[in-house]
């Protein structure tokens, strides 16, 4: 075992998943609750012991759930952020129910890289607002290729109705508002939380080459919900509506 190895071994991958979660429930405090539905619809549609697809799945924290609810499921991550998919490597390391793939989403060929042609499940959440438009449409046409006839793709994330302008900038500020009351008693913000990944000794190489690859943060779209399930439809599921939202997040579920 080289020293790399050994300091990786060490590292202790569930206080960096807990720190992760808790860093996402300042932004989103009800984080849980839409998790518990995404679960709560893949049982019920795919069944107890799903093959799943955990899309930009980060440090894991779907899987991670999947697991724990349906323990007979089956998991491939994937993502291209060295940092979180080394968390999510680290925290799975020894489950042979999990396989992690690195991937850009944006790259037309990423769908060769998994282990499966199908799945029953393709779950995500908080990652897909980073893309733009026109290349979300093109992501939801590959994933009808991938979702099997009957499964289910859950998409958890920022869905703005700019009809609505002043309901939106009231939810907005109280949803502000309450960030600050959580920041001033020690809430983590992601810029806070991607300051101590670098001086990491394990996380901060693949911290800088995170960087190198989104800059501080990508910028994409955030449509409706409407645009969402519309656009699902139009690339191949039989039908797509909400099945939970709070004033700020929609999860979104298509069946193929």
């Known amino acids: 075992m080289t020293d790399a190895d050994t300091t990786t071994a060490g590292t202790d991958w569930h206080a960096w998943q807990e720190s992760w979660d808790r860093q996402q429930e300042w932004y989103m405090p009800d984080r849980e609750d839409r998790f518990r539905i995404m679960l709560d619809m893949v049982e019920a549609l795919a069944g107890p012991a799903p093959r799943v697809l955990d899309l930009a799945c980060g440090t894991g924290s779907i899987t991670a759930r999947l697991l724990a609810r349906l323990p007979e499921a089956t998991s491939t991550g994937v993502d291209l952020d060295p940092a979180l998919l080394a968390i999510a490597e680290g925290t799975f390391a020894d489950d042979g129910r999990v ?64 009809s609505t302008p002043r309901i939106n900038a009231a939810e907005r500020a109280q949803r502000h508002a309450q960030m600050e009351r959580a920041k001033a008693q020690g ?70």
């Open 99 to 162: 396989t992690f793939v690195t991937a850009d989403l944006k790259d037309p060929d990423w769908p060769a890289r998994l282990p499966y042609d199908s799945y029953d499940a393709v779950l995500t959440a908080t990652a897909l607002h980073w893309l733009h438009a026109e290349p979300l449409a093109v992501l939801y046409g590959r994933l009808a290729e991938l979702v099997r006839d009957g499964g289910v793709f859950l998409n958890a994330d920022h869905m703005i109705d700019e």
């Open 187 to 256: 809430a983590l913000d992601w810029a806070e939380w991607w300051q101590l990944a670098a001086q990491d000794p394990v996380l901060a190489e693949p911290t800088a080459r995170r960087f190198e690859i989104y800059g501080e943060h990508a910028e994409g779209d955030m449509p409706s919900a409407a645009w969402h399930a519309r656009v699902l439809r139009e690339q191949g599921f039989g039908e797509a509506r909400p099945v939970w939202c709070s004033p700020s997040d929609t999860l979104l579920l298509a069946v193929k």
